[in-house]
């Protein structure tokens, strides 16, 4: 309609200024000042000290980028590459403490702090997918357990007597110890249930990822996946209490009625997503036009 024509200036087009070149440089930034945090958590993967898997959910998400592919933007996004400095200028802060933990935690958040600022992402930063399970990877396990571990054993011991009692067993409970006819039932650590969660978080991070689940549904799935999981914990302490009444079992069985208990909380985690995912997208009928 109007004579002439005009062309889009894009401030990064020149080299000095090419996002490619930014995201380099601050990713050997990054490899820089976290090395030595980042190596300290790649040992952990093989030290039972710290009772880690964290191989695994930093597995699944480069298997997640990979088929994500995501798309370079053509002008990085400020306010992530400054959280990302800010980050830094806390790691060198807390550097003469020696708390390695806390520096390998701060080095995979500004990892992917700085891939936000410069790629296309299909969910809020906040709980992408990428970035929940790279934070899964650190190996907290060991600390959770000293924290919340005896109250999760106690909880789990008071859930199971009451299902016991249901089934018509004489229980009394003695703080985590489960007394019946005289046989005491103790709940260790392994039943906690830290191991249980764990492991559902991970997965709940796929599926509410696959579902694509709003903000407000997302919630309400991690709680009805938390609150199963603990409750798959119990069923999984009366199983073995009601195995080990009727004869001694080995190890290969313990770990099959954990997996069976696992694998039911993880269907109706599934079940759940699924119906929260319906008609999320849809505008209600009682919203009519204005």
Request: positive net charge; contains cysteine; proline residues 5%.
């Amino acid at each position: 309609m109007y004579g002439g024509s005009t062309t889009a200036i894009n401030p990064w087009r020149t080299p000095w200024r090419s996002p490619v070149l930014l995201l380099a440089g601050g990713s050997v930034a990054l490899l820089w000042q976290y090395a030595h945090a980042l190596a300290w958590l790649l040992r952990t993967f093989t030290d039972q000290t710290y009772d880690s898997w964290g191989g695994f959910p930093l597995a699944l998400a480069a298997l997640l980028i990979v088929f994500a592919r995501p798309k370079l933007r053509a002008v990085p996004r400020l306010g992530f590459l400054g959280a990302t400095a800010a980050l830094s200028a806390l790691d060198l802060l807390l550097a003469p403490l020696g708390l390695n933990i806390a520096s390998a935690g701060l080095g995979l958040f500004s990892a992917n702090l700085l891939a936000f600022a410069f790629f296309e992402t299909r969910f809020p930063w906040y709980r992408h997918p990428v970035l929940l399970l790279t934070l899964l990877a650190l190996p907290v396990s060991y600390w959770l357990d000293v924290l919340a571990g005896y109250p999760l054993k106690l909880a789990a011991s008071s859930v199971a007597r009451q299902l016991l009692a249901i089934y018509g067993l004489p229980v009394v409970q003695q703080r985590t110890q489960l007394v019946i006819d005289g046989q005491t039932f103790a709940v260790d650590s392994a039943c906690s249930g830290l191991k249980f969660i764990s492991a559902g978080l991970v997965l709940g991070v796929l599926i509410s990822s696959y579902t694509a689940l709003g903000t407000s549904r997302a919630a309400l799935f991690w709680l009805a996946l938390l609150g199963l999981l603990f409750f798959a914990n119990a069923l999984r302490i009366v199983a073995l209490t009601l195995a080990l009444i009727a004869q001694p079992i080995n190890a290969a069985t313990h770990y099959a009625i954990g997996c069976a208990a696992f694998a039911l909380a993880c269907a109706v985690a599934l079940l759940c997503a699924r119906l929260l995912s319906r008609n999320q997208g849809l505008r209600p009928a009682c919203q009519g036009a204005r």
